[in-house]
């Protein structure tokens, strides 16, 4: 299984993306005095204390890659879901940087400045990664196919 190197680009793929939802991806400073609110992929950490919940859809986008993500490293026999899958990756990444931008810089209150911080370039990462996974599976589809031409 790990003797393919699709197969390491979707676990580093798989790695990044985990990374991504444990670590703050922005963070909200107030233009006046105050402390910053920290934003994660499931809450906005306030200042008091406290938990806002309302970039749930952040962490929804990237724990969906997970499982098609595990799904793709162990369907290694079925080369064209594999590739299918990388594809469904990529996409949703795509999503989540979409909505990570309008949480970002279209939402937020106009008291706030908003930093993305550096993980929030992780699903960046992941998407280069699947990308590379993507042209290995082709690849190795290439290859199976000259093999069949030959007998």
Known sequence: MLQRIQTVYLFLALIVTVVCLCLPVGAFTPTGMGSDTVMYNLWKLLPEGGHDFSVWPLFVILL?????????????????????????????????????????????????TFNPLLAACLPGVAIILYIMARRGIQHDEQLIRSMDRIR
């Open 64 to 112: 969906l890659t997970c499982p098609l993500n595990l799904f793709a490293i162990f369907a290694y026999n079925n080369r064209k879901l594999q590739s299918r899958l990388c594809v469904y990756n990529v996409l949703l990444n795509l999503i989540w940087i979409a909505v990570y931008a309008v949480f970002g810089y279209v939402l937020p209150e106009d008291d706030m």
